[in-house]
């Protein structure tokens, strides 16, 4: 039961890389860039800028932030901190249609998914036991899959006519990018401006059971002050990396799991694009649909393999 209730965490997770940061962020950042008159390819690249930005902060800090989580003995608490800026920073997205204020709002609300995602990560060895943590991650996986099928549920019903509406379409494969042109007297956001909050919303939503979870926590034997966790984070964090940069396993295992998830993040990130482009106009409409079916597909194969 405990293991059912953090894994909803995951799922949410999964829903707002989806949501947010796949279907709603590039289209309606660019479509706003447009509108100020900006020539695409410019547009393109300074949104590019504040996506790498927001990663580049998580590379330097993440690890620093690990030290300290882990000097306190306490994962869940800096999960929940971190997604709760992630889903107001999100929502605020949709209270003003502005270019600076949504990339601004999205590289904190990145850098906390990001955050986040760290910390859960953190918790298997808290939550499961060492011969069923592969089972119980694949499981996860599976389940967390189910928040890109509610996400792309969510995006294709608040696109309807009947609602907000489709928005003007965008090209935003980087491939494209030069021959791309949108008249801005013609831009209509449709449901994406929308798509933030709506987002934040059912984030909360799937994340209440995993607030009923229970970790197993190492606090420190001794009353540490705040400022003595962060001298003993930097501590333990120096340490570590001298220890990583003289172990060759720490180097291979650390390469690997930058090629895996650089591949994971990349298909997050064009995902949609590619599909659309290589489709062409006739599966223009079935974009949704065919990524719904390879994310059921990968539920399924995630069982298996774990």
Known sequence: KNAWL????????????????????????????????????IVFIVMSIFMAGSNLLIALLGPILGAISDK?????PAVIISAGIMVTATALITVWVNFWWACFLFVIANFCYQAGRMFYDAQIPFIAETETRGSMQAIG?????????????????????????PHTPVDSGIWQVGSTTIDPNSINYGGLRYLFVISSVIIVLISIPYLFHKEVENPP???????????????????????????????LFF???????DAANTTILYMVPVVSTVGGEALTEMTNYIILAGIIFSVFFGIIVG
């Open 6 to 41: 953090w894994y909803s965490y995951d799922m949410a997770d999964t829903f707002f890389s989806q949501s947010v940061i796949s279907l709603a962020f590039t289209p309606f950042v660019l479509l706003m860039g447009v509108a100020m008159k900006w020539e695409y390819p």
């Open 72 to 76: 306190a003995g306490k994962r869940k």
């Open 141 to 165: 996986g599976a389940i967390a899959a189910f928040g890109s099928i509610i996400a792309i549920a969510v995006s294709i019903i608040i696109g309807l006519p009947g609602l907000f509406g």
């Open 221 to 251: 034997k001794e009353a540490m002050s705040p400022r003595d966790y962060v001298k003993s984070s930097f501590v333990s964090f120096k340490t570590s990396l001298k220890e990583i940069v003289s172990d060759k396993n720490s180097w």
């Open 255 to 261: 390469l690997a799991w930058f090629f895996i998830t």
